[in-house]
């Protein structure tokens, strides 16, 4: 949660919702996060989180090897077809990427 308010004073924009990678479902610390922020909670297709990679500005060699994915939290971020209001930042076991609704 911390992670999130940090993102939230970073980009200047406050979060309406959570996305998180659909292989991450059940990850109770998600739904807990989402509970006491009071925030709707999603879920991202793989597929989802694929294609928006080509508009991902950063990339995680750990995160690649990891998931098959070069950048989970901008992918689900970007899933929308939104445009990123703040790149990838990480804490502890966790990152945060924010996007808008609204194409630029």
């Known amino acids: 949660m911390a992670l999130l308010r940090s ?33 709707p909670l999603g879920f991202v297709a793989r597929d989802a989180i694929l294609a928006a990679q080509p508009r991902c500005p950063t990339r995680s060699d750990a995160a690649l090897e ?26 502890p076991g966790v990152t945060c990427a924010l996007a808008t609704d609204h194409p630029a």
């Open 66 to 91: 990891a998931t098959g994915i070069a950048s989970v939290a901008e992918g689900c971020a970007l899933a929308g077809g939104g445009r990123l209001v703040l790149p990838r930042i990480d804490g």
């Open 7 to 39: 993102a939230e004073a970073l980009s200047g924009h406050r979060i309406a919702r959570l996305m998180a990678p659909d292989f991450r479902r059940g990850l109770p610390a998600l739904a807990e996060a989402a509970s006491v922020l009071g925030l």
